[in-house]
């Protein structure tokens, strides 16, 4: 394994993410630009929607500064002024001195902080106090920032978007289709359905509302068919090599299900074990289920045919699934041929298995009730993916699944820092597999020093200390006299039980009726010595009254 990834890493660079600078923005190109509004020579702050740049005067010349140069904005009343304060940004004001590479220039000259005072007093004649046109500054500024920031995080979440080709329609009335269908994610808040049609290259939903969202054939990754043999949903998943974008977002995933039952139920009704309507709902509920499966899976075999096995629906194996947490709550995991999933709960979890480089168990006790899954990829600029609290009895069950796609695994006892780890290997991949690699989490890590201790007591040799040997000697002698003793009293012990094993019961209860009788005796002469010790002092006393009268 170590040999297979130096190798695919030889002639790659890893690590080599370029730091994304700071958008250069320009207020003005030219002075043409520059507005001719009154505030500006009267020397007020002025806000240019237009081309999202604040105007300030600096030194009695109005100076243009773009919204993206503005950190943040705040205003205080202080007795007869109002101050307002801009902070701009510049080299080490957010992340330290760090981000000084996200500026072209970071050795220029930068401005770091303006305040400005005005009075609130309103002299006579004037409309209104000078200070309003900071308040009026200070609420434009803010709905320009906000609209600026918008934009910039809707362009950002388009970063990486590869452009698809065009979905070519086909008129054909025989296309595969499944109707009321829903889709996750979803396109608006609230979920709405839709139908699903296979055409020439690709997949088309279309809402009931108008929403189309399409999905080619080239940019399937993985194709997924799921029953609802257990589950509450019948579903098809796409996982996609490249995100598409829908609901002003983009995505990896697109699911399209439908409901089989009834998720909730309402416990308020009565309902009985035996009432008719139930017995007929649940015969209803299962034709549905036929129903659906018959439908779902015509459509996948259509699929396959049409595009002649490009697109390849997938189904997961569920009696080799086991629990565990890959995000937040409890899911049921489930193998499939190339994968390892979770659909049911969203978010959903595709591992792809060719991707894996190994897998390594970690907390793995007797004594403890679970245990973590760790998937590293053979990418290691990919972020390793992580189950938690899966139940030791599923270990055998996932080591046997593991085995038989000839995945390397390995386990220990403790949790291992896995950013740290990955971040050495990208660091120095040559170091990282010149001092053994993986072979760090293998159990036998550790067999170094305990080799060691065996060349130790290999080379000591017991003939070099002479005193050990007369010690050991006269340590022999000591014993063999306390075995002699033993001997002799075991032997007296013997001779006692070979004694008393030779009387008849006559003897022996002749020997128990003296006892009893010695016993008796000596009882009557205790209860004779407490009554004289009782009637002594009785005597002496009416003694003394005799003599008194």
Same mark, same amino acid.
């Given at each position: ?257 439908t409901e089989v039952g009834e998720i909730t139920t309402d416990l308020g009704k009565n309902s009985y074990m035996h009432d008719r309507d139930d017995m007929m709902a649940e015969q209803a509920e299962r034709e549905m289920r036929h129903k659906l499966k018959s439908a779902f899976k015509g459509f996948c075999e259509k699929v396959e045919s049409m595009t002649r096995q490009v697109v390849e629906f ?154 050990? &040997?007369? !010690?050991?000697?006269?340590?022999? /002698? %000591? #014993? +063999?006299?306390? $075995?002699?003793? =033993?001997?002799? *009293? &075991?032997? !007296?012990?013997?001779?006692?039980? /070979? %004694? #008393? +094993?030779?009387? $008849?019961?006559? =003897?022996?209860? *002749? ?7 010695? /016993?008796?005796?000596?009882?009557? $002469? ?24």
């Amino acid at each position: 394994m170590n040999v297979d990834a130096k190798l695919r890493m030889q002639g790659t660079t890893l690590g080599t993410d370029d730091k994304k600078m700071r958008k250069s923005t320009v207020a003005y190109k030219n002075y043409g630009q520059m507005p001719r509004e009154p505030e500006l020579k009267e020397m007020k702050i002025y806000v240019d929607r237009k081309y999202e740049t604040i105007v300030l005067p600096v030194f009695g010349t109005p100076t243009p500064f773009h919204i993206s140069t503005v950190k943040n904005i705040s205003q205080s009343v202080e007795g007869d002024y109002t101050y307002l304060r801009i902070n701009f940004f510049h080299p080490g004001s957010s992340l330290g001195a760090k981000d000084s590479a996200q500026f072209h220039n970071p050795n220029a000259t930068f401005l770091k902080e303006m305040s400005f005072r005005s009075s609130n007093n309103k002299e006579p004649g004037e409309i209104s106090a000078p200070s309003s046109n900071l308040n009026t500054a200070l609420r434009i500024i803010k709905e320009v920032q906000k609209k600026y920031k918008t934009r910039e995080a809707e362009e950002k979440e388009l970063e990486g978007i590869v452009k698809q080709d065009a979905l070519q329609l086909s008129n054909n009335r025989s296309n595969p289709k499944l109707k009321d269908l829903y889709i996750r994610p979803n396109i608006v808040s609230k979920r709405i359905t839709g139908t699903l049609e296979a055409h020439s290259n690709g997949f088309r939903f279309t809402s009931v509302r108008g929403d189309k969202v399409d999905i080619l054939y080239n940019n399937v990754k993985h194709a997924f068919y799921q029953p609802c043999d257990g589950e509450m949903i019948i579903l098809l998943h796409f996982h996609l090599k490249h995100a598409i974008v829908f609901g002003k977002k983009k995505h990896n995933d697109v699911q399209f299900y439908t409901e089989v039952g009834e998720i909730t139920t309402d416990l308020g009704k009565n309902s009985y074990m035996h009432d008719r309507d139930d017995m007929m709902a649940e015969q209803a509920e299962r034709e549905m289920r036929h129903k659906l499966k018959s439908a779902f899976k015509g459509f996948c075999e259509k699929v396959e045919s049409m595009t002649r096995q490009v697109v390849e629906f997938d189904t997961p194996y569920r009696e080799l699934g086991f629990h565990g947490v890959p995000f937040k709550s409890t899911v049921l995991l489930q193998p499939t041929s190339h994968a390892l999933v979770n659909l049911t709960e969203w978010p959903v979890l595709v591992i792809t298995l060719d991707e894996i480089e190994l897998v390594h168990f970690e907390r793995v006790q007797f004594h403890l009730r679970n245990f973590d899954m760790v998937f590293v990829c053979k990418d290691y600029n990919k972020k390793t993916s992580m189950i938690n609290l899966i139940p030791m009895q599923s270990l055998d069950n996932v080591k046997d699944w593991l085995n038989s796609c000839d995945i390397h695994y390995t386990e220990g006892i403790q949790s291992l820092n896995w950013v740290k780890i990955m971040k050495t290997i990208i660091d120095d991949p040559n170091g990282f597999f010149d001092q053994g690699g993986w072979n760090f989490l293998e159990p036998d890590s550790d067999a170094g020093s305990d080799g060691e201790d065996e060349d130790e007591d290999e080379n000591f040799n017991p003939s070099e200390s002479g005193s050990g &040997s007369e !010690s050991s000697g006269s340590e022999e /002698d %000591e #014993e +063999s006299d306390w $075995d002699e003793e =033993d001997d002799d *009293e &075991s032997g !007296s012990e013997e001779l006692d039980s /070979d %004694e #008393e +094993s030779g009387k $008849d019961w006559s =003897d022996l209860e *002749e020997e128990a009726r003296k006892a009893d009788a010695e /016993d008796g005796n000596l009882h009557e $002469d205790d209860s004779r010595g407490r009554k004289r010790k009782h009637g002594s002092p009785g005597k002496s006393s009416k003694s003394k009254k005799s003599k008194r009268r």
